[in-house]
């Protein structure tokens, strides 16, 4: 008998999807594959954000068996309060992704039936016929769950899938385009994954789902799916959301043989490790179609780089930048701001090193994680939680995060902080010395990502963050009184604009 199920990525106030989570499109493909009927909803959708309440009426609406949600850490919060929404609808509660591997039974305190531990595509077919009491629950591997004497149980380990090849390709037709702005957006389907796992073991990465062997889909397979989402969607330009996609060189060198083979002239971009790439290796990729590499360097002080286990230095870091520069590929690069032993004087090592690679950098990615983030299960969690009581930080009101808001944070930081400002957490409670060198360096980061902006846009809004932040030290209640004024103005502006606009397009219809 098919089920019916609901897979939910759940709301957050940080985040924008432009494309549908790889997860829901990939777990959809194995359910559909065994004859249930799936429906996706990304409560994060750029043109339709959906809150738990929304969820929630959904839910009650069509009335699914199992609903599917993925937890990862920072949305925890409230994935559990709209699970608390969802036990309204009737259906049983399956919870999976990188939070729900980590930490399986909290879910179960947390309204969740059971959970699944790891990759998920082994194991759900099986999780919803078992809570759709089809199968016995204590035959299923690799999940956790809610026995019938309301206890909490284990099925046996699930190894990692030795296949990746063999698994269907995402069911991509399960999205709705016109959620995420468009309904011939080819964009909308670039994202895909080759491989999985990532053997190095940094101390701040929450990776360690897909576990430390560098597993890969061959040449082959990577090959065919992006021939046939060209020719079905259209689709021009991928971006593979790989760790580590370079890790195996040999596969690597013949995904790009068969790029440039096949001849469609289709352009990617991808995420790797410094110590992955080579001059040589670079050649090749840009002339397959590569057009830009994401780097996670993370710092420019020596000392922190040890520290972490990053598997490179600051030299190869330098030496990798320029030669993606020189290959015509556009290098992208991540850094992460306050370290525990973070100073003032560790933190300008690191403005130095961006400054050298400046140049070379087509964008600093002021990721919401610039901020260093202690997630549980990493070693940076485990070596300072006692110390800076970080013990379940994520359920915890007065020690979460959000994007900054103009009712609490200074015009400067809803500039600064755009994807979250983490720093209100204050995790390794930083000395205000380092905050105010943190905060340097986000600043720099945003100039150097505003200066192909026409100079006078550059100027204004350049004299505003100063100004703001100046203030703002000075007193709070004076930069609000004073941006606040600004900011009435500038929403004011954007209504009369928006208001034309849409009498200009009602008159043209
Ligand atoms: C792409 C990506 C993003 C994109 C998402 C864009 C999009 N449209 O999908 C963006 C940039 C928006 C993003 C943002 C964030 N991300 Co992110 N992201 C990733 C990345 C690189 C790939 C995610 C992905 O698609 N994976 C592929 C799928 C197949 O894997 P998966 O999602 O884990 O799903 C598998 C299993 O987890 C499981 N599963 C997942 N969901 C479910 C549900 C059910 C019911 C079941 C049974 C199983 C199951 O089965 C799946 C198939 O095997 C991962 C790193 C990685 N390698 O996974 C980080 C990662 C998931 N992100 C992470 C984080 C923390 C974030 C942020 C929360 C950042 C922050 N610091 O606040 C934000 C907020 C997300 C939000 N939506 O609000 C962490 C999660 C760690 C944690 N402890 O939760 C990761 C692991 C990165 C890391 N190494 O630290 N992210
Ligand atoms: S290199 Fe990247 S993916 Fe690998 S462990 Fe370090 S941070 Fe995680």
Known sequence: MASKVLLVYPPSRTQEHESCPGALTMLGAVLEQNGHSVRLLDANATARKLTSEDIARIAREERPDVIGVTLVTPLVREAYRMASLLRGSGARLLAGGPHATLLPEEPLEHGFDAVVVGEGEPTIFEAVEALDGRL??????????????????????????????????PARHLVNPAHYGGSEDAALHMNLFSSRGCPAKCAYCAGGLFGRRFRFRSAGSVLREMVDVHRRYGTRHFHFMDDAMTVNRERMLEVCTGLREGGLGLTWSMMTRVDRVDEDLLRVMARAGCVQIDYGIESGHPETLKRIHKPHDVARARRIVEATRQSGIDPCVFFILGFPWDTVESIEETERFMLELAPFVARFHPAIASVLIPFPGTEIYEKHEAEHGLTGWWLDHARSYDAPDRRRHAYYQTELFTRGAVLDADFFHYAPAVRRKIE???????????????????????????TSRVLHRRSPALERAMFGALGSGARAARRWARRSASEASAANQ
């Open 440 to 466: 340097d360096v986000f600043e720099l980061m945003w100039l150097h990502n505003l200066r192909k902006a026409p100079w006078p846009l550059r100027s204004a809004k350049r004299v505003m963050l100063e």
């Open 136 to 169: 016995p629950k204590e035959g299923v591997a690799g999940w956790v769950y809610r026995d019938d004497r309301g206890g909490v149980s284990r099925g046996p380990p699930r190894p990692p899938i030795a296949d990746l090849d063999a698994l269907p390709a």
